[in-house]
């Protein structure tokens, strides 16, 4: 394959495609010498599409309003000796409790690191290709206030954080008694939601899924249900 032209490296910039461009200009011939056409489209599109997904996947990360940027849960220390479950975090870095539409609770005292475990979980949707965000329940709480006394504010607040597939609530117990009011409009919500609620409760850190579902009146029923 010859160099591209100008004119058809504009028409790429165009129409948006300079990654596939980028993977064009970077192919070497020396090393592509002799290969056939289709396999050398194939291979700038797969560099372009990889390209394509990171940015997706920074974008994501970096909209998320993690409290802790560079959590992972592959970097947990002192997974045994808090008591954690490795299967347990295993499974939650597959985000296969999204599609479940299962929603996680993580109870433990102050200092049990619940909020780099709620970010650790956010940023690993968002690697996923989903689209998580963390907030405090307090400013859940505020941002939900502030939305009365505005025209469609309830609406508009609804819609905003019901288009997350994953919402990352902390500091669940230094919420006002509005704070259950606050999380059951979110989660009657028709659109397709999972929550992660981070509170400090008990003498250690423990992780608890429950699944979610809607009665004929729309009242919202929880039931505890374990990780696959």
Known sequence: MTRLDDETKQKLREMGSTSLLSAFDAQDDDLTLGMPFEERI????????????????????????????????????????????????????TASFITRQLNVVFQGFTGSDKSYLGSALAKQACQHRYRAYYIRMPDLEEAWATAQDKPGGREKWLRKYSAFTLLVIDELCNASHNSSYVRLKIMRSPRRLSLACLTKTGDRLRIIGYCYSKSRNQSTRSARCSFP
Do not use: W
Request: net charge positive; hydrophobic share 45%.
């Open 42 to 93: 194939r291979l700038a599109v797969d560099d372009a599409h990889a390209a394509f997904t990171h940015a997706k996947v920074e974008g994501l990360i970096r909209r998320a309003g993690l409290r802790y940027p560079d959590a992972d849960l592959r970097r947990i220390a002192l997974i045994d000796q808090r008591g954690l479950d490795r299967d347990i975090i295993a499974q939650l870095g």
